[in-house]
């Protein structure tokens, strides 16, 4: 067959084929033509005992100009792929080189680098040992598509793996590479696997190492975290991310096993950020269970866990304005009216912010974040006293559409906007967030606003309270039969008989 070289394994099934049947059908059951067939015959030495051909079947159509123009080419820049070098020669001669020659092109290229192209880089697989190595790293899960509420959820994920055994924790993180998500998901991994390894490799974190320093520094508070749990900090070379491969390819291999979990679940919408942590930590410990033996070996090599934890916060101060509003790391947050005027003490974690005032817990909220150049994180609940006394403050409120807690409550003020008078419109706009907010009935409130404004009707504020008033609960009557005293008087007398 033209194109196909014939095996040693080939000749040897025609020769047994052919003591038995003829040339043709000899040839058909070996998978070679009649005419290979009669040069087998002619010369049964086996293919592989054979000297290979070193000449050319057909003129180079590439000898004019491979020592003049290619070979310049990749010289000066190593890297260039076939097609690009293909693409230039026909630029320089038109009409000689069509695409049908760009595989063998790229032949000779591949020839050309074995034999005269610049050294690679050679990789070394490692021996790992149990108890030694851990890893950390973050990787982007935005390609999934999760959504939450319906809502798109661009976050990442804190993934932790020990090299040796392959076990592994992972949690979500809306928000940054921050040093608060490092902290709290490498001591989350760490008690969860009941031990401490003796090395713990990151990449160029920011936020655990000082890459503006000429110096591999460690940043203050990492600094501390390895310390306290007595682990040596090391990291990759910058821009070599495959020599943390242990955490880099299970990166992909976890996402994987997310994506066909969620193609198998046959949507990609969470009801809240609870489920959907608990979903990957489910697909974690689905594939923890794998790697089982080897987790039991490295857990005795693990070094013991410290008495307590350490902080996994920042801890900052912030004033709350007249607004009501406070900032914190250029996001502006919401808090209830009566802390107006108080500096507050922020404890910064990775998924939330805590606010201390003489030492007392008086606000927590979760943490917002910058994606899409989001500035704001404020709860619309916060502000629904103020706006039903003035409620026409709504419509120029610098902060306005930051208040909307769904998108169906966005599209009902610029209709109401749109089609009423400006003291109607936010009139009916504030009730209805303090329907939604007070009655509890957020989402269920959102699809009926979203009827609504597809039938082209606008909402009756009126008619929606009556809905979602709390109805009286009425309780029953419960009559009371006093029994007459001669009773206790009969049951004293028996139980003296």
């Given at each position: ?283 974690v410990m689905r594939r923890n269970r794998r790697n089982a033996a080897a987790f039991r070996i490295e857990r005795q090599q693990l070094q013991d866990l410290p008495d307590y934890r350490t902080t996994d916060f920042v801890e900052e101060e912030a004033p709350v304005t007249r607004c009501s509003t406070f900032t914190v790391r250029g996001i502006l947050y919401s808090a209830p009216s009566r802390l107006i005027g108080h500096r507050l003490k922020v404890r910064v974690y990775g998924d939330r ?145």
């Amino acid at each position: 067959m033209s194109g196909t070289r014939i095996t040693d394994q080939q000749v040897r099934l025609y020769m047994n084929k052919r003591k038995h049947h003829s040339q043709e059908l000899a040839a058909a059951k070996a998978g070679i033509s009649v005419r290979s067939a009669r040069r087998i015959e002619r010369d049964a030495t086996l293919p592989s005992q054979k000297p290979r051909r070193s000449w050319r079947t057909r003129p180079d159509p590439f000898v004019d100009v491979w020592d003049s123009e290619v070979v310049p080419l990749l010289r000066n820049v190593p890297h260039l792929m076939g097609i690009t070098v293909l693409r230039k020669l026909q630029e320089d001669h038109p009409d000689r080189y069509p695409d049908s020659m760009r595989r063998t092109l790229e032949r000779r290229i591949s020839q050309w680098r074995a034999l005269e192209g610049p050294s690679q880089e050679i990789f070394f697989p490692q021996e790992h040992q149990p108890g030694v190595r851990g890893l950390s790293d973050f990787t982007d899960m935005s390609k999934l598509c999760v959504t939450i509420g319906g809502a798109p959820f661009k976050h990442l994920l804190y993934h932790f793996v020990l090299a040796f055994s392959r076990w592994e924790y992972a949690c979500m993180v809306d928000g940054g590479e921050s040093f608060e998500a490092l902290a709290t998901g490498l001591q989350n991994a760490l008690w969860q696997a009941g031990g401490c390894p003796r090395e713990h490799r990151t990449d160029s974190l920011s936020a655990a190492f000082k890459n503006l320093s000429e110096k591999d520094d460690f940043t203050a508070r990492y600094k501390a975290l390895l310390d306290h749990y007595e682990m040596q900090g090391t990291r990759n070379n910058r821009g070599l991310a495959h020599e943390n491969g242990s955490v880099e390819s299970s990166h992909r291999y976890l996402k994987d096993a997310v994506d066909q979990a969620l193609m198998l679940r046959g949507h990609r919408d969470f009801v809240d950020r609870a489920a959907y942590d608990e979903f990957i930590r489910e697909q974690v410990m689905r594939r923890n269970r794998r790697n089982a033996a080897a987790f039991r070996i490295e857990r005795q090599q693990l070094q013991d866990l410290p008495d307590y934890r350490t902080t996994d916060f920042v801890e900052e101060e912030a004033p709350v304005t007249r607004c009501s509003t406070f900032t914190v790391r250029g996001i502006l947050y919401s808090a209830p009216s009566r802390l107006i005027g108080h500096r507050l003490k922020v404890r910064v974690y990775g998924d939330r912010l805590d606010c201390y005032l003489s030492g007392v817990l008086v606000h927590s909220t979760a943490r917002g974040s910058r994606a899409n150049d989001n500035r704001y994180a404020l709860d619309y609940r916060h502000f629904i006293g103020s706006l039903k006394r003035k409620p026409q403050a709504f419509k120029g409120l610098a902060f306005r559409d930051a208040l909307f807690p769904r998108e169906a409550y966005r599209r009902t003020w610029e209709q109401l906007d749109a089609r009423l008078s400006q003291r109607e419109a936010c009139k009916t706009m504030v009730g209805l967030l303090e329907l939604a907010g007070l009655q509890g009935v957020e989402a269920i409130l959102a699809a009926q606003l979203d009827a609504l404004l597809d039938a082209g009707e606008l909402p009756d504020l009126k008619a929606l309270r009556e809905q979602y008033a709390p109805r009286e609960a009425s309780c029953p009557e419960v009559v009371v039969q006093m029994p007459p005293v001669a009773v206790y008087d009969a049951l004293l007398e028996e139980m003296a008989a």
